[in-house]
């Protein structure tokens, strides 16, 4: 299982980003996927994650109305798109999987993760 996370970079406050998770090794429309983010001196939370089968969505509600998860399944890769970019979505972010189906207000809790993409919001 390998998850490749791309699409980082600095942005001013208001603009958008979209990240991509390639996804190898396994399906994409099998299991969950979710990404997740990181600030300095911040626990990792759990910003959007899309279910298998059901295509059910969750969302952070610091995110709510302006971040869109999605999946190519053509292509194996979920995306991100962020949109209304504030600073305090600065963060490292990354793409995860869980074979087991758990939450993403449980971070700790999923099995396989990408390396990471820094997004910085300039304001």
């Known amino acids: 299982v390998q998850l490749q996370a791309s699409g980082g970079g600095l942005v001013q406050l208001g603009g958008s980003l979209r990240l991509s998770c390639k996804a190898s090794?396994?399906?994409?429309?099998?299991?969950?996927i979710g990404w997740f983010r990181q600030a300095p001196g911040k626990e990792r939370e759990g910003v959007s994650c899309?279910?298998?089968?059901?295509?059910?969505?969750y969302y952070a509600d610091s995110v709510k109305g302006r971040f869109t998860i999605s999946r190519d399944n053509a292509r194996n890769t979920v995306y991100l798109q962020m949109d209304s970019l504030k600073p305090e979505d600065t963060a490292v972010y990354y793409c995860?999987?869980?074979?087991?189906?758990?939450?993403?207000?449980?971070?700790?809790?999923?099995?396989?993760w990408g390396q990471g993409t820094l997004v910085t919001v300039s304001s």
């Open positions: 995860a999987t869980d074979f087991e189906g758990s939450s993403c207000r449980f971070p700790y809790r999923w099995d396989y």
């Open positions: 090794g396994f399906s994409l429309d099998d299991y969950p």
């Open positions: 899309l279910g298998s089968s059901d295509g059910r969505t």
